[in-house]
Each structure stands twice: as structure tokens, then as C-alpha cells.
């Protein structure tokens, strides 16, 4: 069954701070891989997709890694700041030109930044 | 370009009653997915409409519905409905297949079922 794990489920820093969130994944045949960031009550905003052949991707602060051996990837945000408090959802996707069914979804990292 | 746009926002029903929820797409979309999102589940697919046929389905009750009209909008029905259908309601809209294509959401329909 395919399974996409997120950790830490909650995560508390101090503004300005760096952290970095996981993913692990158990998703045959591997396609790509999204992070996507929630405000509370809004919907997810994509951050970054990566393919097979992509090890690193930025988005501003926001830098993702692959690694498709070990099946891992991490969302490392620098220099945190307020409005960065939302959850992290990590995306993979099965099959390349599939539908949505083939899209499993992690449960999110839930981060908050403390002034 | 305008974003996906989801309405209503919000809604209030009660038990045994039915609800019809409206994603636009994104302008030259054509695929839109339906995704319910509690706190403990995380987002869970529903179904998803490509050029106004239903592609796929998730694991949900019959009560939950969809289609999708010539322009790409597409809608959802739940018919009586049940306290645990309390969630937000999500549609996300792609240019083509959503496993290849990016997914943009729109702000979500937050349903509370009395």
C-alpha cells in the first residue's frame, strides 16, 4: 500500500530560526514529489514538485530535497518568519499521466513560529 | 490569471439534508479533483472530473456525487448528510492529468453538519 509519512507531526520554533521537515514515502512507481504549505482554513499553496532526476529545489526560503534511493525528501525553511506558521503537506505521486487517485497525501507537519 | 475559486465558503446544514458545493477552475483547466480534509484524516480524494467525465473515485459513499459542465466547473453533491461530513471541502484544478500536472486549490467550502 502506498504511504506517505510526515515528521515531526507539530514542530514549535523561535523566529528567524532554521528547521527542516521530513517525508518518507513507500509509493511504487514513483513519479514526483510536491510540498505544499496550508494556512489554516485556506487551501494548499504549492511550494515545490520535483521528478525523479531532481535531488534539490528552491523557492525562496523554502529549499526540497529528493532522494529517491531512500525514499526521502525535507523541506528545509531559512530564516523562519511569522507568516510562515501553517502546515506542511508532502504530495507523492505513482504514476506519471495518472489521475488524482494516484496522488497520496501525507497528514502534514503542523509548524508554528513564536516571536 | 484568477485562481480556483470555491463557493460557498461557508455553509451550515443539518442532518438529512443535502448540500451542493461549486469549484471554478483555473481558465484553460481541465481537470478538477475533490478532496475532504478533516483534522485527523488529513485530505482524502473523493473524485475527480476530466473534460466533464468522472476519471476516478476514492473510497466514499454513494451519497457523494459530482459533475462537470462544458467550461470545467464542476460540482459536488452530498445527499443526507451525516455529523461526520463536518469538514472543508477542497477542489484543486490541473491542466491535464493531476499525477503529472501541477494541482492549484482553491480556499475550500467549510461544511458544518448540525
Known amino acids: 500500500k502506498n504511504q506517505v509519512e510526515q515528521s515531526p507531526q507539530s514542530l514549535i520554533i523561535l523566529e528567524g530560526k532554521n528547521c527542516t521537515l521530513q517525508?518518507?514515502?513507500?509509493?511504487?512507481?514513483?513519479?514526483?514529489l510536491r510540498w505544499y504549505k496550508q494556512d489554516t482554513g485556506r487551501g494548499p499553496v504549492s511550494l515545490t514538485i520535483?521528478?525523479?532526476?531532481?535531488n534539490t529545489k528552491s523557492n525562496g526560503r523554502y529549499t526540497a530535497t529528493l532522494d529517491a534511493d531512500t525514499k526521502q525528501s525535507s523541506l528545509h525553511i531559512t530564516a523562519s518568519q511569522l507568516s510562515d506558521s501553517a502546515s506542511y503537506i508532502c504530495?507523492?505521486?505513482?504514476?506519471?499521466?495518472?489521475?488524482?487517485?494516484?496522488?497520496?497525501f501525507g497528514k502534514g507537519t503542523h509548524l508554528i513560529i513564536q516571536p | 490569471k484568477a485562481g480556483v475559486t470555491q463557493t460557498p465558503r461557508y455553509l451550515i446544514k443539518t442532518r438529512g439534508q443535502q448540500v451542493t458545493l461549486s469549484c471554478s477552475p483555473i481558465s484553460g483547466h481541465r481537470s478538477v479533483s475533490w478532496y475532504q480534509q478533516t483534522p485527523g484524516q488529513g485530505l482524502q480524494f473523493l473524485f475527480e472530473?476530466?473534460?466533464?467525465?468522472?476519471?476516478n473515485k476514492g473510497n466514499f459513499p454513494g451519497r457523494f456525487s459530482g459533475r462537470q459542465f462544458s467550461n470545467s466547473r464542476s460540482e459536488m453533491n452530498v445527499s443526507t448528510l451525516e455529523l461526520g461530513d463536518s469538514a472543508l471541502y477542497l477542489c484543486?484544478?490541473?491542466?491535464?492529468?493531476?499525477?503529472?500536472?501541477?494541482?492549484?486549490f482553491g480556499p475550500g467550502t467549510r461544511l458544518t453538519v448540525l
Open positions: 472530473y476530466f473534460s466533464e467525465t468522472q476519471r
Open positions: 484543486a484544478s490541473s491542466l491535464a492529468a493531476s499525477g503529472s500536472y501541477e494541482q492549484f
Open positions: 504530495v507523492v505521486s505513482a504514476t506519471s499521466g495518472g489521475g488524482a487517485d494516484g496522488l497520496t
Open positions: 517525508c518518507n514515502y513507500t509509493v511504487s512507481p514513483f513519479s514526483n
Open positions: 520535483m521528478t525523479f532526476s531532481e
